[in-house]
């Protein structure tokens, strides 16, 4: 009687083992720190919304457990630093396709990030070339790698 509810005590704690190693391999991946700068025509593009979406180029479906995507807001001097939309700095690694649009009024002057573009009299301009609106048609990629620094650069000529 003695080896079978020693056996039993071995098999529960062999399952409850599987059971915590399977557990702890299906959280969120890390996140990894982006940041960099974008330029426009060699200058800074202040309050520019720079979107990292998935690059699905390469793969047949979505997998939200496995790829997110992340925005930032540029500074005066151009900087960025992307942020998960659930409030985390950073995104997770991958490949990315990265968008950019600086919003200004008929007149040239900027509109603020929070205003929505359908709210402004007169209507607005995308600084940048339309191709860089949407993850589909830009022409920037880039990869997030896992534990190093993830700085990117960008200068976006409209000519």
Request: glycine content about 12%; charged content about 20%.
């Amino acid at each position: 009687m003695r080896g079978v509810s020693r056996r039993l005590i071995l098999l529960e704690f062999g399952l409850l083992l599987a059971f915590l190693v399977s557990v702890a391999g299906c959280g969120k991946p890390p996140m990894q720190s982006v940041q960099g700068t974008v330029k426009i025509d060699g200058k800074p593009a202040a309050n520019c919304k720079v979107g990292f979406f998935p690059d699905l180029s390469e793969q047949e479906i979505f997998n939200p457990d496995r790829h997110g995507f992340g925005f930032g807001l540029t500074d005066q001097e151009g900087n960025f630093k992307i942020q998960h939309p659930q409030g985390e700095e950073g995104i997770w690694a991958g490949k990315y396709k990265v968008t950019f649009v600086a919003w200004v009024t008929s007149a040239g002057k900027p509109v603020p990030p929070e205003t929505k573009p359908s709210e402004v009299p007169g209507g607005v301009l995308n600084l940048f070339p339309d191709l860089y609106e949407s993850p589909s048609t830009t022409k920037e990629s880039v990869t997030v790698a896992r534990g190093v620094p993830n700085v990117f650069n960008f200068d976006i000529k409209t000519k």
